[in-house]
């Protein structure tokens, strides 16, 4: 899977030219020491003479231009280059999620996908517009200005040239810290990003319990250990870098005494040590540069692997085929399945949901009624036996296809920021305004929705919040209505609900029912479920009883308890 998205991170012919671009800037650079040693010399010679200074400042104006042209083209070309480069990987991750068992997500904390897609990928982009560019300008101007100081003295050159391969020990120090304090880093900035989501989703409940702030200890452990582990990376980097200056000091200071030697031999001009003095400054300020690209490439390098891990992970296997199944019935196979390896949720289950036929599923919390939903969607795969839809086994079907076919009614309901119209209308982006609001009438929202400020266009905040619970599930029936699958999931909608708005989400799903489709719910309140076709009774992972409500109740058995129980606690 990997190899198909290899060519995302190859670097564009803009990009490319825009590097060449840098370099040759950085090259035009050094050209000001030559035209600075000639006016030196100049004026050592025949004293300040008005024409040769207004040439050298001709000169220097014509390099700065030049300089300046190239850099801004240079400079705007990289960025877009880099950015066309990071745009394609970002849809490529999107493309990759798209196609990564849901199964997958369960197992790694959602930092680490929300960082490889946001801060991992702009890391990489500083590799492509920045890093990449000034390790090739400053390597060569750095072996421009050793070889134009080896002309005027061979020694002092050979100093500059030790202090640049200097950089090599330096560099293998460096990258050892970075390597180790550099993943660790990063890790610890996937779990910090895990842990603000983890608080922002749910801080309405810790608040109501009074555990936001300092006493959420996953938040404020995570945010320590990111600040420990930063502190720790530049904590063992820096004395590297510190180390590497102190070097390229004593060259200089090497350098400034046979330069004043050599002056004193007559063996060079003033001009030419007043040059020398400059070029020392500014090749140490450009070696330490180098320095500090390297280490960050070194560093941003990590982004790049984090980035591929996500294109090595396995992609849903499927033929491709499509879901046309001559009727909707679903049949479940000597099932298995369980989240962790040897602790099964549902073992050996077999059973049947009619087509058109109205299915409920009972059982304990934690017996396996949602997980026969997730394995219906798709959004797990069984690990032994077979499900089959209209007597099509879905398991090389891809998921997408397998959700075109169903309309999910959930216990907790995702709304987007954005108008009541746009959210209803997610269920198919083709209807037209008069679809949804039948939708809505049909649902039992119309009504609310036309009290609210703008009606169907107002915005409803992020995730809803601007409505109550029950309006927001009757927004999720709408969906589910407008949709027009042939298989209905229905879970626990009532659930958590007060009487008010229990009795209205119940009056949506009896409009939602009464076309003819393959209904299956998942319900806690018994009076609910007397009223289906089939009632299906799920104990430690595996179907207890099944039948009729009367049928069951004659049995007296799991199902008869749970009713008289139901019965006591209503009173």
């Known amino acids: 899977m990997k190899d198909r998205y290899t060519g995302i991170f190859r670097t564009g012919k803009k990009l490319k030219i825009a590097i060449a671009g840098v370099v040759l800037e950085g090259f035009m650079t050094g050209l000001n020491f030559p035209v600075l040693f000639n006016l030196l010399n100049s004026i050592f010679t025949d004293g300040i003479v008005f024409g040769d200074v207004l040439i050298s400042v001709v000169y220097l104006t014509i390099i700065y231009v030049m300089r300046l042209i190239l850099y801004s083209v240079s400079y705007t070309g990289s960025q877009t280059g880099g950015a066309e480069v990071t745009r394609g990987i970002r849809i490529a991750i999107g493309d990759k999620l798209k196609k990564i068992p849901l199964g997958i997500f369960t197992e790694k904390r959602t930092g680490f996908y929300i960082n490889a897609a946001t801060s991992e990928t702009a890391d990489y982009e500083q590799i492509l517009t920045h890093k990449l560019a000034d390790i090739i300008k400053y390597t060569v101007l750095t072996m421009i200005l050793v070889i134009y100081t080896c002309t005027i003295h061979p020694g002092v050159g050979a100093i500059l040239f030790v202090t640049l391969i200097l950089l090599i020990p330096v560099m293998i120090l460096s990258v050892k810290q970075v390597n180790h304090y550099g993943k660790a880093k990063n890790l610890a900035r996937e779990e910090n990003v895990s842990s603000i989501t983890e608080y922002l989703t749910g801080s309405q409940t810790l608040r109501s319990y009074a555990l936001a702030g300092t006493r959420n200890v996953s938040l404020t452990e995570s945010m320590r250990k990111y600040s420990e582990i930063s502190y720790r990376y530049e904590k063992a980097v820096l004395p590297i870098g510190f180390g590497y200056v102190y070097l390229v000091y004593i060259g200089i200071a090497v350098s400034l005494i046979l330069m004043t030697n050599a002056l004193r031999d007559q063996y060079i001009t003033a001009p030419q040590l007043i040059i020398i003095m400059m070029l020392l400054l500014f090749v140490s300020k450009v ?41 909707f019935d679903i049949e479940f196979k000597a099932v298995d399945f369980s989240y962790t390896e040897g602790e099964k949720v549902l073992a050996g289950m077999s059973f049947t949901i009619r087509e058109n036929q109205l299915t409920a599923i009972v059982g304990e919390s934690g017996s396996g009624k949602s997980t026969i939903f997730n394995l219906i969607s798709k959004y797990y795969k069984p690990d032994h036996g077979t499900i089959r ?39 198919r982006e083709n209807a037209s305004d008069a679809e949804v609001i039948r939708a809505c009438k049909l649902a039992n929202c119309h009504d609310f929705i036309m009290q609210m400020e703008n009606g169907y266009d107002t915005v409803i905040g992020e995730n809803g919040n601007r409505l109550s619970g029950g309006e927001r599930q009757r927004l999720s029936i709408a969906r589910a209505i407008l949709r ?10 009532t659930a958590s609900l ?55 109740m004659r049995q007296n058995g799991k199902y008869a308890q749970m009713c008289r129980a139901s019965r006591v606690l209503q009173g």
């Not at 500090?292 to 033929?319: C, G, H, Q």
């Not at 027009?484 to 909608?493: A, G, R, T, Y």
């Not at 939602?512 to 104990?539: F, G, P, Q, Y």
């Open 484 to 493: 027009n699958s042939p298989i209905i999931l229905l879970d626990e909608v």
């Open 287 to 327: 070696e330490m540069s180098l320095y500090i690209s390297l280490v960050a490439y070194r560093n941003l390098t990590i982004s790049r692997k984090k980035i591929e891990s996500i294109f090595e992970e396995k992609e849903e296997m499927t033929d491709g085929s499509e879901l046309n199944p001559g009727s």
């Open 498 to 552: 007060d009487i008010e708005n229990e009795l209205l989400v119940k009056r949506a799903i009896k409009n939602l029912l009464k076309t003819k489709r393959t209904v299956i719910m998942i319900a806690h309140t018994m009076s609910i479920v007397e009223n289906a076709d089939c009632i299906l009774v799920v104990d430690q992972g595996k179907i207890a009883e099944c039948g009729s409500h009367e049928r069951l």
């Open 389 to 427: 839809i209209g007597g099509t086994d879905i398991r090389e079907i891809s998921a997408e296809e397998v959700l075109r076919s169903i309309s999910m009614v959930d216990q907790e309901v995702f709304l987007f920021d954005d108008t009541v119209m746009n959210n209803i209308r997610y269920a």
